[in-house]
């Protein structure tokens, strides 16, 4: 497994600041909801969802008896986790796809901007895995590996791809590869939203698009307009995928926004037909295959049940080896209405198949919390469930959980904690912080640590940030105010408010601790050996739902120290 970054080396890189460096003891994380509080057999069952949390836009390929599945990363670094799996339930994080700056160029871009719908495929003739992807601030581009605990090529850019969430697809029957892509439509969109399906043929030996002979001279055809059931003006068709699957080929794609509206739906085509004609796919009679929209109605009833799921869609479909079907795809556990601050999880259903057509989920149905699968080996597994951790940072090395805003930020560990030198960037601002984020994985939860800091004047801080986006966010550190050593509470919707206070005699260690319950988080501060005092109880976090703030990430919790006014 490669760790190209995370190295006590990066110390020498440290920027210099009027502030001492902050000093983490541990960070310790709990989760417990509803929905996992479920009576279930682990040999036989999983949970939904199989990773919690803000894990977006997942694609899943197979290579013999493994599995790998990746997911959006937006604009946090390393990008494109990737885990693996034996068995689709218990999935292993190997590390993240992209994990040097000369892949991934960030500087700049907004939280949700950067790596969008990653999509990962096993392509057998020459034994190699593919990885294409968008990063919007730079291009469609594509890297590749024969092992993906190796590390993964430079990137391959493609420019003839206008547009966004690229797939590829490698025919092993004929040899022949494509990529289908979201773009704008031929000629001018009829309606706001409305958006196409293009395919282009790829050279595997050139890792090129194949242009020659091709009408427009970029490699590209038009094969869906809008969507599904055109009458009706469907909106933003995107994620597609392709399958080659007994007689058919197979174009699924997400549909509808990837809000409360959103959904997959499918289309086929003979494998004798010309898949680069629009006239040669067919509609699936019972479109969408997967939605929750037509479950909750928020305008008469915004308090769903404890355990709804909305949102979904945007899924892949990978075979077993023994020729069962299975989906992933995101979904939101929302508190209320569309509101949920977890982001996008990534779900799993067996597939059923009636008419040479699947179905994820009957309409009507919601997604269930415990799914059936004979088979499976009981193991530890903090991706999904009500679980804890606790990290002191003993390792050389962070733990793959641990990201960066952009391009990574300075620091160093030891054996007894992590040091986060202070940079003059603000959490607020589009640069890197000095900060490393995890995910809030559950609606309700703790998240904990002890940092020791000497701050020098009010614009040095050490603490946690909740973080959803630059103008949404907390901040909960140790600063000082009035001169004077202070726990501050800072929530920003748009422009930051200080909202609670405390000052501090001593500048010994100080705990602070965030308890979320839903739309209303708490904030408690400690001296060392002493108990929790309330900072601030109840406070509306609303500011973290996507559904409020607008973007695409989930909440992240992160580890954070400036020296910015």
Known sequence: MRHL???AMMMAATLTSSAQ???????????????FQQDFNPTSQYLNPILAGFYPDPSICRAGDTYYLVNSSFAFFPGVPTFESKDLVHW??????????????????????????????????????????????????????????QGWSEPVYLHQIDGIDPSFFFDSKSGRAFIV????????????????????????????IITAGTPNRRGWYQIVRGGTHVSERP??????????IGKFYYLMCAEGGTGDAH????????????ITKADSWEECPHNPILTQRDLYNYQQNPYLPHDAVTS?????????PN????????????YNGPYYNTGRDTYMLPVTWKDGWPTILPHATPVPAVVDKPGLLAADNLMTGNFSYTDRFNDSQLAPRWIFLRNPSTFYQTGSGLTLTPKAVNIAERKSPSAIFCRQQHTNFTAETEVRFSPQSKSDLAGLVLLQNEDYHFVLGLTKLDNKLAVTLTRREKAPVLIASALIENDKPVRLKIEGQGRYYSFYYALEGGEWQPLAVGTDAINLSTAYSGGFIGTCIGLYATSAN
Request: hydrophobic share 35%; with cysteine; proline share 3%.
């Open 92 to 149: 292993t994080q190997v590390g993240h796809v992209l994990d040097r700056a000369s892949q991934l160029p960030l500087e700049g871009q907004g939280v949700s901007a950067g790596i969008f719908a990653p999509d990962i495929k096993y392509n057998e003739k020459n034994k190699t895995f593919y990885m294409i992807t968008t990063n919007v601030g730079r291009g469609n581009f594509f890297v590749k590996t024969q092992d993906p605990h």
């Open 263 to 274: 959904s997959e739906v499918i289309f086929r085509a003979s494998v004798k037909a010309d």
């Open 5 to 7: 970054l995370f190295s």
């Open 21 to 35: 460096t902050a000093q983490f003891s541990f960070f310790q994380y709990s989760g417990n909801d509803t929905r």
């Open 323 to 334: 020729g069962d079907w299975y989906a992933v795809f995101l979904g939101c556990r929302a």
């Open 235 to 244: 909106i933003w068709i995107e994620g597609p995928h392709l399958y080659r």
């Open 181 to 208: 892509h979201n773009a704008p439509v031929e000629g001018g969109h009829d309606y706001e939203g409305q958006r196409a399906i293009r395919i282009l043929e790829f050279d595997i030996n050139g890792d090129s």
């Open 312 to 320: 979904t869609g945007h899924a892949d479909l990978v075979m077993t």
